[in-house]
């Protein structure tokens, strides 16, 4: 359930409450009127299915709330209500299968803006990884993975896509392409002072890595892990299940393929470049190809099933 706390002014507090009395899996209003100072108006709340939770929240959009008003979102962990029992029966669908829509989009807009926290966090990632390819160590690997924060940009893509936003899909592919050149520069660089100190050679790049040898040499598996983790990491966006999303970051070699490209380009290494950024490149279609369909059927199957209700609806 979803529990929704809104300030209405008050020549629109009647459709605001008619809108939620119409909206198949709402219970719990309350209404207090002139209780809101700024702005003033009145405080509406009610309880929502989460699966009802989309079209609910864009009809008050249409209402034009989040403009005149405000219109907050909270999960509810536990409710204890017959009332809340039924109004989740009634609503299409199961909960987990839901998608908020609205609340992709701000959490992908939050993840995909270039930031200096973003840029942090991506730097330091291909760092540890240039340490896991030099070394052979695929712990140092699986640790680089889940630093790298790719994930938000490459699902902002996958949502513009899919709610037609090209300026999130501008800012995503900015965060992606400025972080990753940044991040190969530099590594490049770390590698060269790594050099300097004795603890990177080109001995240990060119030596036997059976752990680390595949991030450089893309094949057709490559692909399929990286539609597969695509697939899984929208999922876990879109129910908000963190612990998939770090099942997903340790699962594709981004951050590590950039890694080895920026040690290899530091020793001239043509080779190992090109094989580390095709499969950088191939990862981070596959992910936002993935991801694109992932959506795409989500919202099928959610307009299918709302489709179904109201055509029930209308029967009864």
Known sequence: MLHLRMIVPSDRTEDVVGLIGSTVGTTHVVVLPGAARDPAGDVVMCDVAREAGDELLHGLRGLKLDQDGSIAVENIDLSMSERADAAEEDAPGEGADAVLWE?????????????????????????????????????????????????????????????????????????????????????????????????????????????????????????????????????????????????????????????????????????????SIQQLLLNLLGIMLAGTLTLLLQKWLWNTQRGKLKRRLRRG
């Open 103 to 275: 609340q992709l989009a701000t959490a992908t807009h939050e993840e995909s803006t270039l930031s200096f926290t973003y840029l942090a966090f991506m730097l330091l990632a291909t760092m540890i990884a240039a340490c896991g390819v030099v070394l052979d160590n695929a712990i140092l690997i699986v640790g680089a993975m889940a630093v790298g924060p790719e994930f938000g940009p490459l699902a902002g893509v996958c949502t513009a896509i899919v709610k037609r936003a090209p300026r999130l899909a501008v800012r995503s592919l900015i965060a992606l392409l400025v972080g990753f050149l940044a991040a190969i520069l530099v590594t490049t660089l770390f590698s060269l002072l790594m050099d300097r100190l004795g603890l990177f050679s080109v001995e240990l790049l060119d030596g036997d890595r059976p752990q680390t040898s595949f991030i450089w040499q893309p094949d057709p598996f490559s692909f399929v892990v990286a539609l597969l983790a695509g697939a899984a990491g929208t999922l876990s966006l879109t129910s908000s299940k963190a612990g998939a999303l770090v099942g997903v970051a340790i699962s594709v070699t981004t951050v590590p393929a950039a890694a080895n490209a920026a040690v290899a380009l530091s020793y001239g290494e043509v080779g190992q470049t090109w094989g």
